[in-house]
């Protein structure tokens, strides 16, 4: 069983920058794909972004301003978020993907809380 745990979340003000974090406990996934999804207040899950064989994928609503990037000597990927907006609110997890989950987002971590304040 991979564990994932989240880390970095917090009320900030609009404008301001967060960066999550999720540490793997498993390095037999390290050919996975990693991934951020966040679920706003009253909605569903939605996707952010995703690292997968060296590419990043952002959903249309980051418009430039969130990175996913990863340490492999840590195990460990993160969500670098800028100008964040209300918007923005909502619990954040991580996630992998890869041959062992079907190739669907099969674990995830337990999610960290997002505020923005306008």
């Not at 540490?23 to 966040?38: C, E, F, K, L, V």
């Not at 907006?85 to 996630?95: H, Q």
């Amino acid at each position: 069983q991979v564990r994932l745990v989240e880390s970095g979340g917090g009320l900030v003000q609009a404008g301001d920058s967060l960066r999550l974090s999720c540490a793997a406990s498993d390095r037999t996934i390290s050919n996975y794909d990693r991934g951020w999804h966040r679920q706003p207040p009253g909605k569903e899950r939605e996707f952010v972004a995703k690292w997968s064989g060296g590419n990043t994928y952002y959903a249309c609503f980051v418009k430039g301003r969130f990175t996913i990037s990863r340490d492999i000597d840590k195990n460990t990927w993160y969500l670098q978020m800028n100008n964040l907006g209300p918007e923005d609110t909502g619990v954040y997890y991580c996630a992998v993907r890869g041959s062992g989950t079907g190739w669907r987002w099969g674990y995830w971590g337990q999610g960290t809380q997002v505020n923005i304040s306008s």
